[in-house]
């Protein structure tokens, strides 16, 4: 995808952005979208420069085997249903009675035919139980299937020491110390676990306002708002900002829960490319030039809509490129802030920080606590006035019960953590550590030869396996346990963060989101060997000052992967006893 470097380069906005209404620094009135206010320079660090996206092709015979591996797989699906129909084979999924079949069927047969013959081979390898804390390292219930990953039972072990390369818990706030966690409990035995009420009646707690307005300090910005559940942060929150009459331009990548509150909303939806300025720029004049189907009335809003960092793909926002168009059509901004707050920019600040734009460019700034700040609930922020609207139209602040004080107290004790305001330097070494291992994770795949996409500064590191058949390959299981085959990514995250006073540090590695992995490749050609498995949970960060570390390497649990055949790792493999 080309990349407009004309628009925005050092952070000054080309000619083509009407450099008049932006030197005056005055937003005029027009159609309707915005009251006249200052938006004039900001004095702040200028953006700097857009780190560099991979989303690499798979070679042509590794995109022909996935077709021809996805059609076999599909080919044998439909043979096992015409068995199942004529009585050959039992069906485990749930069915239409026969009494009920001239009844408006409520499980569509196609709808469901992925789910019963190519996700259950392979569901072994999600939703695995945990029984543990979910740190760099936790331990997994262990478990069986007697009819083909149909059912499950558990047998009664644990496996210990499992490397977490999965979880959001970025900065490692999803902790157990008592000594971090003291004030969290006292809060517990002061307020209780729960609130029973919604903000607008008795559930309104002094913590509450404390822990918006360090939010608010926090993103820099006039006031935020909190909500208990991040999901409903966005669905419940978006209805009240636009409806019939206002146009959402929304990323094709969004989240779940921005589709969800745009559909509610009632407003128009139009999608534009992923990160394309291009797209969204062409659907920007059509609605300023045409207005609405029909009447050809102005929009009485228009709000686009992105996330700071795509959980899927890993990619981050063209921030200071949306920011110039949406200046220059007098458009909202929308940004979903919950992958990139406390996790990208030098202090933890999110996108906003790592690109060097004025916060106050940003219309609304939505974000969730569930993983940086290892908790749960999300915010809304941005103007005094803004959120005092929210206060009142929120569906999520009528009706929905205020956060729990506990909750509450752990989200301002990882926000002043971060910030310093604990007197320590924990909560920056952690930022600037995941940073690290970031792009450390990165570069050592690339240089191992898998396909990761995103950009270099995401800690969501995507890995394509492609083919089907590297999801349920593996060696065989020696006495009840899961393979330890490392498959070739073992030394990628085999080192260990700083220590502080002997203690290991809990700082987590970037978040590792394998979904299809392609196979290694070694002295430029591709391998034909699998590549590491689907349940690898989260990097480990580098050591420093050569000590090695206590946790085992990130394979630990891949436990869908075949043994590598380079040398370099076949030499780790004794060495860890793999």
């Not at 960092?309 to 926002?317: A, F, K, N, R, T």
């Not at 996790?343 to 106050?360: E, M, N």
């Amino acid at each position: 995808m080309a990349r407009p470097d004309s628009h925005v380069k050092n952070g000054n906005i080309k000619q083509y952005l009407n450099q008049c209404d932006l030197k005056n620094g005055i937003k005029k009135r027009t159609n309707g979208y915005h009251k006249a206010e200052r938006t004039g320079p900001w004095k702040g660090p200028l953006p700097r420069r857009r780190a560099s996206e991979a989303f690499e092709q798979a070679p042509m015979y590794v995109a022909v085997m996935t077709y021809l591996g996805f059609g076999i797989v599909t080919l044998f699906g439909y043979f096992r249903d015409f068995l199942r129909a004529v009585g050959l084979e039992r069906c485990h999924l749930a069915q239409e009675r026969h009494e009920q079949k001239d009844f408006v069927p409520l499980y569509q047969d196609f709808e469901n035919f992925y789910n019963r013959n190519l996700y259950m081979r392979v569901r072994d390898n999600w939703n695995r139980p945990i029984c543990s804390l979910p740190g760099p390292v936790f331990d997994l219930m262990e478990r069986v299937s007697d009819d083909y990953n149909w059912t499950f039972r558990l047998t009664g072990k644990t496996l210990h020491n499992v490397i977490n390369m999965g979880s959001y818990n970025y900065l490692g706030f999803a902790e157990n110390n008592a000594d971090f966690m003291k004030t969290v409990a006292d809060k517990t035995r002061q307020y209780g676990v729960g609130v029973c009420s919604t903000r607008q009646e008795m559930g309104n707690l002094r913590i509450h306002q404390e822990l918006e307005q360090l939010v608010a300090s926090f993103l820099g910005v006039e006031a935020c708002m909190a909500f208990g559940m991040g999901f409903a942060t966005n669905s419940m929150n978006i209805p009240a900002l636009v409806g019939k009459g206002s146009l959402i331009l929304s990323d094709e990548l969004n989240h779940t829960s921005l589709i969800l509150g745009a559909r509610l909303s009632g407003a128009t939806i139009r999608v534009f490319k992923h990160n394309n300025m291009q797209s969204l720029e062409r659907l920007l004049k059509e609605a300023v030039c045409s207005g609405q189907p029909r009447t050809h009335r102005p929009w009485k809003k228009l709000l686009i809509m992105v996330e700071g960092i795509y959980s899927m793909e890993g990619s981050l926002v063209r921030l200071p490129e949306i920011i110039a168009l949406k200046k220059k059509y007098k458009a909202y901004l929308y940004l979903d802030e919950a992958h990139s707050i406390g996790a990208v920019g030098g202090s933890g600040r999110g996108v906003s920080q790592l690109f060097g734009v004025d916060p106050a460019d940003v219309d609304v700034m939505m974000g969730t606590f569930t993983k940086s700040f290892g908790a749960c609930g999300g915010y809304m922020a941005g103007s005094r006035r803004l959120v005092d609207y929210l206060r009142c139209h929120s569906h999520s602040a009528v009706y929905a019960s205020a956060m729990s004080p506990p909750i509450t107290e752990q989200i301002i004790r990882a926000i002043k953590c971060i910030m310093g305001l604990d007197g320590t330097t924990v909560g920056i070494s952690r930022v600037q550590q995941l940073a690290a291992n970031t792009r450390y994770f990165r570069s050592r795949l690339q240089e191992m030869g898998f396909i990761i996409y995103g950009n270099e500064d995401s800690p969501v590191v995507p890995v394509l396996l492609y083919m089907p058949g590297k999801v349920v390959a593996s060696p065989p299981r020696h006495q009840g346990q899961p393979s330890m085959s490392p498959g070739p990514a073992l030394h990628v995250t085999r080192a260990s963060p700083p220590r502080h006073q002997g203690q290991p540090s809990t700082s987590p590695g970037p978040a590792l989101h394998v979904t299809r992995a392609s196979p290694p490749r070694h002295q430029g050609q591709p391998s034909t060997s699998p590549g590491p498995a689907l349940h690898v949970t989260r990097a480990s960060p580098p050591c420093h000052q050569g000590q090695p570390s206590t946790s085992p390497g990130p394979a630990l649990h891949v436990t869908r992967a075949s043994p590598p055949r380079h040398p370099c790792v076949s030499r780790i493999q004794r060495k860890w006893r793999l």
